[in-house]
Protein backbone atom coordinates (compact mmCIF):
# COMPACT_ATOMS: atom_id res chain seq x y z
CA UNK A 1 0.00 0.00 0.00
CA UNK A 2 1.26 3.63 -1.17
CA UNK A 3 -0.03 6.29 0.82
CA UNK A 4 0.94 10.25 0.09
CA UNK A 5 1.03 13.75 1.40
CA UNK A 6 2.20 16.95 1.31
CA UNK A 7 5.42 18.11 2.87
CA UNK A 8 7.62 21.42 3.29
CA UNK A 9 11.05 21.10 1.61
CA UNK A 10 13.95 23.32 0.65
CA UNK A 11 16.69 22.73 -2.02
CA UNK A 12 19.53 25.26 -3.35
CA UNK A 13 19.06 26.54 -6.72
CA UNK A 14 21.75 26.80 -9.13
CA UNK A 15 22.24 30.50 -7.78
CA UNK A 16 23.23 29.41 -4.73
CA UNK A 17 20.14 30.61 -2.87
CA UNK A 18 17.96 28.10 -0.81
CA UNK A 19 14.37 27.92 -1.97
CA UNK A 20 11.29 26.29 -0.24
CA UNK A 21 8.40 24.72 -1.37
CA UNK A 22 5.58 22.07 -1.13
CA UNK A 23 6.44 18.71 -2.28
CA UNK A 24 3.94 15.29 -2.86
CA UNK A 25 5.64 12.61 -0.80
CA UNK A 26 5.06 8.80 -1.84
CA UNK A 27 5.26 6.54 1.57
CA UNK A 28 5.34 2.67 1.59
CA UNK A 29 3.01 0.80 4.63
CA UNK A 30 6.05 1.52 7.20
CA UNK A 31 6.19 5.11 6.42
CA UNK A 32 9.28 5.49 4.31
CA UNK A 33 9.36 7.60 1.93
CA UNK A 34 9.69 5.99 -2.22
CA UNK A 35 9.42 9.44 -4.02
CA UNK A 36 8.62 12.37 -4.07
CA UNK A 37 7.54 15.06 -7.14
CA UNK A 38 10.24 16.37 -8.82
CA UNK A 39 9.22 20.00 -8.98
CA UNK A 40 7.50 22.20 -5.95
CA UNK A 41 3.46 21.98 -6.64
CA UNK A 42 1.19 24.48 -6.91
CA UNK A 43 -2.11 24.67 -5.23
CA UNK A 44 -3.68 26.16 -8.07
CA UNK A 45 -5.69 25.33 -11.16
CA UNK A 46 -8.38 23.56 -10.02
CA UNK A 47 -12.27 23.29 -10.71
CA UNK A 48 -13.50 25.55 -8.16
CA UNK A 49 -12.70 27.90 -5.36
CA UNK A 50 -13.69 25.03 -2.86
CA UNK A 51 -11.22 22.97 -4.37
CA UNK A 52 -8.14 25.43 -3.90
CA UNK A 53 -8.86 26.28 -0.66
CA UNK A 54 -9.56 22.43 0.44
CA UNK A 55 -5.75 21.77 -1.44
CA UNK A 56 -4.28 24.78 0.91
CA UNK A 57 -5.82 23.78 4.33
CA UNK A 58 -4.22 20.18 3.65
CA UNK A 59 -0.55 21.58 2.31
CA UNK A 60 -0.94 23.68 5.57
CA UNK A 61 -1.79 21.05 7.81
CA UNK A 62 0.88 18.13 6.46
CA UNK A 63 3.59 21.17 6.56
CA UNK A 64 2.59 21.63 10.47
CA UNK A 65 2.29 17.72 10.63
CA UNK A 66 5.76 16.49 8.73
CA UNK A 67 9.48 17.80 8.99
CA UNK A 68 11.32 19.86 6.28
CA UNK A 69 12.50 18.06 3.92
CA UNK A 70 16.54 18.53 2.66
CA UNK A 71 16.05 17.51 -0.81
CA UNK A 72 19.46 17.86 -2.02
CA UNK A 73 20.38 15.12 0.45
CA UNK A 74 17.01 12.91 0.23
CA UNK A 75 17.49 9.05 -0.18
CA UNK A 76 14.56 7.68 -1.55
CA UNK A 77 13.34 3.96 -1.80
CA UNK A 78 11.80 4.21 -4.94
CA UNK A 79 8.75 2.02 -5.76
CA UNK A 80 8.73 -1.63 -6.43
CA UNK A 81 8.32 -2.60 -10.60
Known amino acids: ?3 WNYQL ?4 HESGVTLYGMV ?5 KEGEI ?4 ENFVSPNE ?3 AGEVIG ?3 MMLKDAQ ?3 VLD ?3 LQCLGFDE
Do not use: F, G, I, Q
Open 34 to 37: LATT
Open 71 to 73: LDN
Open 46 to 48: WDS
Open 65 to 67: EYP
Open 24 to 28: EVYRN
Open 1 to 3: MTT
Open 55 to 57: TLK
Open 9 to 12: AHKK
